[in-house]
């Protein structure tokens, strides 16, 4: 059993913070897969040599980090799962095990699948490279675990590629 906190102690804030913190971030991490897995090399390589001064301004900053999609990929879902899986961890201590996953399961809907895309949607190539050095940042930070599911995913298209 977990330890309760009751309402307005220091515990019970950090709590919330760090509840309403994970939220965020798995919505940023679920935003940027979004976002950064759909584009297409060609049109960020199309944009980056003729698109207007600020396209190119911003292909050229997020082409980088898109040319390894596989590390990429397995950096934002494995950061994404992370903040998913600790939410209940922290919701149980305030709430019931069945009112936690409740809670962070309608949280997550709420704003990992609908708010956080939009923005993505809506903002465009400029949110995407806002993003890319938080997002250099985790690649760094979780680079032994992305580093091998990338390898992973790759060894796994090529040798299902050379079956017959």
Known sequence: ????????????????????????????????????????????????????????KHAAKILPVVKNQHLLLCTL??????????????????????GAILISVTLILLFDLTTVHLLTLWAGYWCLSCSISPCACLGLLS?????????????GSWSDSSLP
């Open 77 to 98: 879902l494995i950061c994404n799962a992370a903040a998913m899986e600790a939410l209940p961890i922290f919701l149980d201590s305030l709430v019931t095990a069945w």
């Open 1 to 56: 059993m977990a330890v309760e906190y009751h309402c307005c102690s220091a515990a019970f804030f950090e709590h919330i913070v760090i509840i309403i913190v994970l939220v965020l971030f798995a919505g940023l991490m679920s935003g940027l897969t979004l976002g950064l897995m759909s584009l297409s090399l060609v049109d960020l390589e199309v944009l980056a040599k003729s698109g207007t001064e600020q396209d190119r």
């Open 143 to 155: 680079y032994c675990l992305s580093y091998k599911q990338a390898i992973g995913l790759c060894a």
